[in-house]
């Protein structure tokens, strides 16, 4: 089955960027799709396909997806942005929807 | 305004069974795709099962193949999720997730989510 790898952390002072990236086999060729999870929450909608916002996402998060990496991008990182983040992909091989394993954004 | 709410969590035996409901409002029901997703305490998401649409074909993660079954009722507005022969392995809280607008197989809308916890 389709395997997604996050790294399990990333850290970020605040106001520089943070890139969380989401590795898979050709995710390039994939619709990719990114979460945002707050402790106690539940995951909310950043970016779909690859680099749209849902209304209401601040510009300051993007994404880019290619060869084997999509990247999710959050620029100006402030103390609400840590969160766990999950990348989702729909594997039409497999019909399933994957997440990956998901990385925590610590601001320091 | 979109909502979804989960009912139907609980303790529960291994081997045994439970349902899940998921009432969903703020949108035409019959129109989406819906899924079920969970997570267990402190880790991470894990797809369970979903409808591509409406009258679809309903789809499942291969930990749950066999032993759990989602259906809606349109009339209702209602998901479900119907768990048997329950394991340790499938305690998490179970979240139902709309598909969007712009695509079956991704989310955006969740509910809040509902406790299972498989423990004897």
């Known amino acids: 089955s389709y395997v997604l790898t996050q790294p399990p952390s990333v850290s970020v002072a605040p106001g520089q960027t943070a890139s969380v990236t989401c590795g898979g086999n050709?995710?390039?060729?994939?619709?990719v799709h990114w979460y945002q999870q707050k402790p106690g929450q539940a995951p909310v909608l950043v970016v779909y396909?690859?680099?749209d916002r849902p209304s209401g996402i601040p510009e300051r998060f993007s994404g880019s997806n290619s060869g084997n990496t999509a990247t999710l991008t959050i620029s100006r990182v402030g103390a609400g942005d840590e969160a766990d983040y999950y990348c989702?992909?729909?594997?039409?091989?497999?019909?399933?929807?994957?997440f990956g394993g998901g990385t925590k954004l610590t601001v320091l | 305004e979109v909502q979804l709410l989960e009912s139907g969590g609980g303790l529960v035996q291994p081997g045994g069974s439970l349902r899940l409901s998921c009432a969903a409002s703020g949108f035409t029901f019959s129109n989406y795709a819906m899924s079920w997703v969970r997570q267990t305490p402190g880790k991470g998401l894990e797809w369970v099962s979903g409808?591509?649409?409406?009258?679809?074909?309903?789809y499942y993660a291969d930990s749950v193949k066999g032993r759990f079954t989602i259906s809606r009722d349109n009339s209702k507005n209602t998901l479900y999720l119907q768990m048997n022969s329950l394991r340790a392995g499938d305690t998490a809280v179970y979240y139902c997730?709309?598909?969007?607008?712009?695509?079956?197989?991704?989310?955006?809308?969740w509910g809040q989510g509902t406790l299972v916890t498989v423990s004897s």
């Open positions: 050709n995710i390039g060729t994939k619709s």
């Open positions: 989702q992909v729909w594997d039409s091989s497999s019909a399933h929807v994957v």
């Open positions: 409808f591509s649409g409406s009258d679809a074909d309903a």
């Open positions: 997730a709309k598909g969007a607008i712009t695509g079956a197989y991704h989310f955006d809308y």
């Open positions: 396909h690859d680099s």
